[in-house]
């Protein structure tokens, strides 16, 4: 009987444990580092320099509709 319970509890936490990593870790960014898009339009350049000292832009659309 503690067998059978030590299994069955085992099989949930592992059922558990694969849907608590699923629903956090966002498979789109996996083994991705940078992202590359093209700009046709005036844009806004926001540098950000983080704790590590690697250097963030994020380009803000101005003329957007």
Same mark, same amino acid.
Do not use: P
């Given at each position: 009987? !503690? !067998?059978?319970?030590? #299994?069955?509890?085992?099989? #949930?936490?592992?059922? /558990?444990?694969? /849907?608590?990593?699923?629903?956090?870790?966002?498979? $789109? &960014? #996996? $083994? !991705?580092? $940078?992202?590359?898009?093209?700009?046709?339009?005036? /844009?806004?350049?926001?540098?950000?320099?983080?704790?590590?000292?690697?250097?963030?832009? &994020?380009?803000?659309?101005?003329?957007?509709?």
């Amino acid at each position: 009987m !503690k !067998k059978t319970t030590g #299994f069955i509890l085992a099989i #949930f936490l592992i059922i /558990v444990a694969a /849907v608590v990593i699923l629903a956090t870790f966002d498979f $789109n &960014r #996996f $083994n !991705k580092d $940078n992202l590359y898009v093209q700009i046709d339009e005036l /844009v806004e350049v926001e540098e950000t320099v983080l704790d590590s000292g690697e250097i963030i832009q &994020r380009y803000w659309c101005v003329a957007c509709v």
